[in-house]
């Protein structure tokens, strides 16, 4: 079972175009993260939300965590070709010694020039 | 540019045979994470460990799956007996001991077990 549930999971779209994909929740976690993942590579750390309602931006990235702390958002204005790759959620493991990442599945995303 | 490193980056076995794949963390980093992604499934952790002990290995199979840590030299994931089914690419993370967080990830290997 995906405790984190990533939508969609395949996005394909020309450049210049917006796009938001999403991670939800059945239950409330401390904070999120946001990977990129290129092929043949290991993710990349984009980002990490913390408080209920927080937006943070990176670049022409939009990063949002809900108000319940359940769900987020990844907003990218104008994608470009370079965009291209796998976008990963995932929450730290709660409590004590417990470190490890908990992971979506992700959305690959293509942008065609 | 003092990132993770793992070797190798590929790696074929045949069924039976046995995998030793090798981190070696960032700069600085004590803490390691191994993580193992399947096509199907997405990034499973596997084990986490701190110089010379294994901090949590919940995700770790009970057969076949060993990690190290060592004092010295870079750590180890060792799979024995390979089966198809391992298949896959293996990621090591490092992290710092105060932003633990902050998971910073190696290219991967590559395990093809034929």
């Known amino acids: 079972t995906q405790l984190l549930e990533q939508s969609p999971q395949f996005l394909s779209i020309q450049e210049g175009e917006n796009l938001t994909v999403y991670c939800n929740s059945s239950?409330?976690?401390?904070?999120l993260q946001w990977y990129r993942q290129e092929p043949g590579e290991g993710p990349v750390l984009l980002v990490t939300?913390?408080?209920g309602g927080e937006v943070k931006k990176l670049k022409r990235l939009t990063f949002q965590f809900g108000d319940a702390r359940k769900d987020s958002s990844l907003h990218i204005t104008a994608a470009q070709p370079g965009d291209t790759g796998l976008y990963l959620c995932?929450?730290?493991?709660?409590?004590?010694?417990?470190?490890?990442?908990?992971w979506g599945l992700g959305t690959s995303l293509a942008v065609n020039p | 540019n003092a990132g993770v490193m793992q070797n190798p980056r590929h790696l074929v076995r045949r069924r039976g045979q046995e995998a030793r794949l090798r981190c070696s963390p960032m700069?600085?980093?004590?803490?390691v994470y191994w993580y193992r992604q399947l096509p199907e499934e997405g990034l499973k952790f596997m084990v986490y460990l701190q110089k010379e002990n294994i901090i949590d290995e919940s995700g770790m199979p009970k057969e076949r799956f060993s990690a190290e840590f060592p004092k010295e030299g870079p750590s180890i994931l060792r799979i024995q007996q390979v089966v198809r089914g391992d298949s896959a690419a293996y990621f090591c993370a490092s992290s710092s001991g105060h932003s633990y967080y902050e998971q910073y990830f190696g290219p991967g290997t590559r395990l093809t077990v034929t």
């Open positions: 239950s409330v976690f401390s904070s």
């Open positions: 939300v913390v408080t």
């Open positions: 995932a929450r730290i493991g709660r409590a004590g010694n417990n470190r490890k990442l908990i």
């Open positions: 700069k600085g980093h004590s803490h």
